[in-house]
C-alpha cells in the first residue's frame, strides 16, 4: 500500500519519499504498474475488478497526488496500462476499449485531449509514448500498434492527431 522513491545522489541510490495508496481496501494493488517522466509519476491502485490511475507531481519539492483520472463523464479510469511523457498521458482502461490521451493545461488540470478506440479483438500489454511516437504492445495481434501525429509536433491545445500507422511485427 506504499510506494517507495530513491533518487540517485553520490552515486547512492536513497529513499527520499514515500507515497502512499489513498485508501485503506485490502484488495489494493497499490503501484502495480508506474510511469514517470521529471516531476510526474503516473501509478495504479486496483482490485480485482476496479481501480483507479493516480497522478502525482513533485510540488515545493514534496510529492503530492494531485488527482485521480477521469473520462469525459467523470467516471475513474481503471488503467490497465500506461505512460506519462512530459505534459502527456496515455491510459488503456481495463474492460474497455478506450484509450485515453491526457494533457495537462497551463492550470495544472489533466484534460482528455483525444479517446483512441482500440478494436474489441486488441489486449494491450504496454503503452510506451514520446515526442511525435506513441507504440502501443498488443498480445491479440503479435505485435506493436504505431500511432504517430501528423508531424505538427506535440498536440496543440484540444487537438492531438494521434493516428494508428501500422502494425510492426
Given at each position: 500500500r506504499q510506494m517507495c522513491i530513491r533518487d540517485r545522489i553520490n552515486s547512492e541510490w536513497l529513499k527520499t519519499a514515500k507515497l502512499l495508496a489513498p485508501t485503506g481496501s485490502i484488495q489494493e494493488v497499490f503501484g502495480s504498474k508506474i510511469a514517470t517522466s521529471g516531476n510526474v509519476i503516473v501509478t495504479s491502485n486496483n482490485s480485482r475488478l476496479s481501480g483507479e490511475t493516480i497522478v502525482f507531481e513533485l510540488m515545493n519539492g514534496q510529492w503530492q497526488q494531485t488527482t485521480v483520472l477521469t473520462d469525459n463523464l467523470?467516471?475513474?479510469?481503471?488503467?490497465?496500462?500506461?505512460?506519462?511523457?512530459?505534459?502527456?498521458?496515455?491510459?488503456?482502461?481495463?474492460?474497455?476499449?478506450?484509450?485515453?490521451?491526457?494533457?495537462?493545461e497551463l492550470n495544472g488540470q489533466w484534460s482528455i485531449i483525444q479517446m483512441l478506440d482500440v478494436a474489441i479483438d486488441h489486449t494491450i500489454l504496454d503503452i510506451d509514448i514520446e515526442q511525435e511516437r506513441m507504440l502501443v504492445g498488443d498480445l491479440s495481434k503479435g505485435g506493436i500498434i504505431y500511432f504517430n501525429t501528423d508531424g505538427g509536433g506535440i498536440c496543440q491545445p484540444n487537438i492531438c492527431p494521434w493516428d494508428e500507422e501500422t502494425i510492426l511485427t
Open positions: 467523470a467516471n475513474i479510469i481503471n488503467g490497465l496500462s500506461f505512460d506519462v511523457w512530459g505534459e502527456l498521458i496515455v491510459v488503456w482502461e481495463l474492460f474497455s476499449t478506450n484509450m485515453f490521451v491526457f494533457k495537462q
